[in-house]
């Protein structure tokens, strides 16, 4: 569903050196299948997810998205509108802090995506209120996110990236500001998510017990990607294949 080949980044820092940030990373992503990825703060991890989101441009490598090429030699081989496009149709994105809008309700919020592509508000409502029911939120449409809970709120952006029936979500730290039976609540389902709506999921996170219920775990060490042989048997040890 998505292949990224030989991916590589660099920032230049004004008055200082090169900093070479990801060296020609190759990841390949199926249908339904949930990937987590860990690894030191700074290592790439946000990087990768932001490149592979079309939210920043490699310097080099290719990107083929549900059969579709993206990026080759240095370009995107569509333009910024149709890549936007792209984006609010294919690709979910969940980040730390939820980013919810404050003067809009949870079904406001939640129907965005599909009102910005349609202009039509009464389905993308109703279509909202249903995933959000999914969701355990059916007495939550009507709150302002500051009415909200940090789970429930966390829930409301799931609920959000999910709206336009995207292929992939991309989330970064998602429960980076949840307690940890929050946490284990969110990413179990993540997981459910991915194999009931074959979504695929892409999550990078610092904890390694819950980067444990994806089908696959990776860390980003020196610019690359590994197989987390250590989550690997935690894996296997909690029968998560």
Do not use: W
């Amino acid at each position: 569903m998505l292949i990224a080949k030989n991916i590589s980044k660099s920032y230049t820092i004004p008055g200082k050196r090169t900093i070479q940030i990801l060296r020609g990373v190759d990841l390949t992503i199926g249908e339904g299948e949930m990937v987590t990825i860990i690894g030191a703060s700074g290592s790439g991890k946000t990087t990768l997810l932001n490149l592979l989101g079309t939210l920043d441009t490699p310097d080099s490598g290719e990107i083929m998205f549900d059969k579709q090429l993206l990026f080759k030699d240095t370009k995107y081989t569509l333009s910024q509108k149709a890549l936007a496009r792209f984006r609010n149709q294919k690709i979910g994105f969940v980040f730390q802090f939820h980013h919810l809008l404050s003067d809009f309700t949870a079904l406001e919020n939640v129907a965005m995506p599909e009102f910005i592509a349609t202009s039509k508000l009464p389905p993308a409502k109703k279509r909202a209120a249903e995933l959000l029911e999914s969701l355990g939120l059916s007495e939550r449409l009507d709150h302002l996110p500051s009415e909200l809970s940090g789970g429930e709120q966390q829930r409301v952006a799931i609920a959000r990236a999910l709206m336009n029936n995207p292929k992939l979500v991309l989330a970064d730290e998602p429960s980076g500001n949840l307690d940890n039976q929050n946490s284990g609540i969110l990413y179990e389902l993540m997981a459910k998510l991915s194999k009931e709506r074959r979504t695929s999921f892409i999550i990078v996170t610092h904890n390694e017990e819950y980067a444990a219920l994806a089908d696959r775990c990776l860390r980003m060490a020196d610019g690359h990607l590994h197989p987390s042989l250590s989550l690997t048997l935690q894996q296997h040890s909690r029968k998560c294949h």
